[in-house]
Nanobody, 122 residues
Framework: VQLQASGGGLVQAGGSLRLSCAASGRSFSSYNMGWFRQAPGKEREFVASIRWSGGSTTYADSVLGRFTISRDNAKNTVYLQMKSLKPEDTALYYC????????????????WGQGTQVTVSS
């Protein structure tokens, strides 16, 4: 599967952005999907994941209540709605397939997209 992330940009603190990740291939609806991010000089970290059916989601504590992950299997797309953005949310955001539901380590993910940059100014 190939993943294409988009929707990043520059936003002021407190603002919102919606990221999209479009997937190719017919098996998208069977994949658990996740968003990860990597800030300069830091390790890649888990942000959120959604089960293949869309029925379950998980979030990192740092984004809980501010970010919402969703998916549209008819469009082969997963989204990340980000609100109340903070400067510490600045990072390159990646989508990936997460084969094992509940896994939050980047090493557990497969088929990474190319990333989309989110920059939050103070």
């Amino acid at each position: 599967v190939q993943l294409q992330a988009s929707g990043g940009g520059l936003v002021q603190a407190g603002g919102s952005l919606r990221l999209s990740c479009a997937a190719s291939g017919r098996s998208f609806s069977s994949y658990n999907m996740g968003w990860f991010r990597q800030a300069p000089g830091k390790e890649r970290e888990f942000v959120a994941s959604i089960r293949w059916s869309g029925g379950s989601t998980t979030y990192a504590d740092s984004v809980l209540g501010r970010f919402t992950i969703s998916r549209d299997n008819a469009k082969n797309t997963v989204y990340l709605q980000m609100k109340s953005l903070k400067p510490e949310d600045t990072a390159l955001y990646y989508c990936a397939v997460v084969p094992a539901w509940g896994a939050t380590t980047p090493t557990a993910a497969d088929y990474w997209g190319q990333g989309t940059q989110v920059t939050v100014s103070s």
